[in-house]
């Protein structure tokens, strides 16, 4: 059984940080790209770091980029995201993504809440 379980989120003010984790289990992590997700309410979901497997290379949009950093730790199954300098716009579920191809799994999301 696929599971992706977010974890980290929570209640912080403008300027701080947070680090969320995504533990997984029931597949090859180590084969499929790892992605974060978030979507705020009334928008749609976007993409806001990806890892690749073997270089791990790592792609952010701009509106992150800078703060924002994924990792990944395959001995343990695990993605992470730091996220820094955290602003009222970074308000969202952020959910994490296994890609491989046509094969695609999602965690429950985990709520971030950035405000003063």
């Known amino acids: 059984q696929v599971k992706l379980v977010e974890s980290g989120g929570g209640l912080v003010r403008p300027g701080e940080s947070l680090t969320l984790s995504c533990k997984t289990s029931?597949?090859?992590?180590?084969?499929?790209?790892m992605r974060w997700y978030r979507q705020a309410p009334g928008k749609e979901r976007e993409l806001v770091a990806h890892?690749?497997?073997?270089?791990?290379?790592?792609h952010y949009p701009e509106s992150v980029k800078g703060r924002f950093t994924i990792s990944r730790d395959n001995s343990k199954n695990t993605v992470y995201l730091l996220m820094n300098s955290l602003k009222p716009e970074d308000t969202a579920v952020y959910f994490c993504?296994?890609?491989?191809?046509?094969?695609?799994?999602w965690g429950q999301g985990t709520q971030v809440t950035v405000t003063a």
């Open positions: 993504n296994a890609w491989l191809f046509d094969q695609e799994y």
């Open positions: 029931g597949f090859n992590f180590s084969r499929y790209a």
């Open positions: 890892i690749t497997t073997v270089d791990t290379y790592t």
